[in-house]
C-alpha cells in the first residue's frame, strides 16, 4: 500500500465511525416517538419527523453517492424531499413513509455510502475530496437536523416529548460574576473567519482583517433573572423599548414572555420537553426572538453585539494577537467543555462550565443557547459559494439575523467561533438568547 493510500484509509476509517455514531443518536432521538407522532406536522413551522429523517438520508446520497464524481452541482434530492419545492408548511400533507419503511431506505443508502467510502481516494484536485470536506458536510447537515428535531419536539402535540436518557448537568456556576456585568475590548485589526477547508461553511470564509472599534460586551448571556425584570419593569408594553419593527410583531403575537413560558399561581414557569418548572433566574433566557433581545437591550441602555464583535470576543486574544477555534482554545469542543451535545435536554446555570471562557473574559460563548447578534446575514469579502449556492448564498440579506454559538441540542461537531447561524428575527421556535453590547 502507497503512503498516499496509507494516508487516506487513517483519514477515511475514522469517517464510518462517525456516520455511525451521528445516525445513532438521530435514533435515539427518535426511539420514543410513535408512528403518529412522527407523521404529525407538531407546527407548521416545523417538518413532521419522518420528513427529516428522509431529507438527511436523500442529503448523504446525493453528496456520498452521486456528486462525488463529475462536476460539483447541487441536483437537490428529488421528490418530496427537495425543501426548495416543499416548504416545511406544506410537508405535513406529503406521504412520508412508515419509520421501518424510512430505516430500510435509510441503510440502504448507507451500504452504498460505505462501499464507496472503502474505493475511495482523497484527491486534492477535487474540492469534495479535499481533506475529506463533503464526508463532514454530510456530518454536520445530520448534526444539524438533530437539532431541528429536537425544536420539533419541544413543540410537541400530546404528550411531552421524554427523552429515552440524559446526563446530568453541572447545578451550580464556577465563580460569581455580577448581572450585566461587561468586559471591554480595546479595539485593533482582529481576524474574523477562516480558511479551513475540511469543515467549515463557505459563508465562514474566507478568513479575513477587519479594523473593531473598542467596545464593552456582557461576561454572561443574559439570564432568567434579568429578564424577568425586565418585564416586571413593563418591557413588553414600553413601545419606547421596541422598534417599529419590534412593536408590529409584539401586536401579531401577543408576546408577554419568551415562548414556553407561563404563569401558575403567581409564578412564573416554564416547560422544556418533559419538564416543567418555576423559571430559573440563575439560567440564560432562551426562546426569544431577535426583537425581545433587541427591546432588552435598549432597556439596559445597551445593544445587541455585530457578529465581528462577537467573533473578536469569543476567539480574538489581544494580547498575543491569535485567534482560536473556541474560546477556551483550540482543543475540541465536547460536553465536558460547554453545555453541548444534547442530553442534557436543557439549560445549564450561567457561568457553570469553568473552561468556557474566552480570552477577554467572556463565559459561555459556546452552548446552553443561541446567541443573536445585531447583524443581517452577508457574505463576507471575498465569499465564495462552495459546493452549491443553495445552503448560503441564497439566504444573504436583510432578511436575517445571525445567531451565533451553539446551544444545549448542538452537537460538537457543529460549532466552533466562526460557525454562523442565521433565522428570522421572528423566530422563537430556536433555542436562542443573547448577551448585550455598547460602544466603549
Known sequence: MTTALTADRNLLRPIAELLAEARARTM????PLSDEDLHTQHDSLMSPILWDLGHIAHFEELWLTRNLDG?????EMPGMYNPFEYPRSARGALPLPALDQCRTIMDEIRSRVLDR???TALDDANPLLREGYVYRMVLQHEYQHNETILQTLQL???????????????SAPTGGTAAGEMVRFPGGTVEIGTDDRSAAYDNERPRHRVEVRPFSIDVNPVSNGEFLAFMAAGGYERPE???????????????RSPAYWFTSEGRWMTRTMDRTGPVDPSHPVSHVCWYEAEAFARFTGKRLPTEVEWETAASWDPATGRKHLFPWGDEPATHQLANLDQLGFGTAPVGTYPRNVSPIGCRGMIGDVWEWTASDFRPWPGFEAFPYREYSEVFFGDDYKVLRGGSWAT??????????????PIRRQIFSGFRCARDA
Open 117 to 119: 467510502l472503502e474505493a
Open 156 to 170: 410537541k402535540l400530546g404528550d411531552p416529548y421524554s427523552p429515552p436518557g440524559r446526563f446530568d448537568l453541572p
Open 411 to 424: 452537537r460538537p461537531g457543529a460549532v466552533r467561533n466562526t460557525f454562523r447561524n442565521w433565522d428570522y
Open 28 to 31: 435515539f432521538l427518535v426511539a
Open 241 to 255: 423599548y421596541w422598534s417599529e419593527a419590534g412593536r408590529r410583531w409584539l401586536a401579531e403575537s401577543g408576546a
Open 71 to 75: 462536476p460539483i452541482e447541487f441536483v
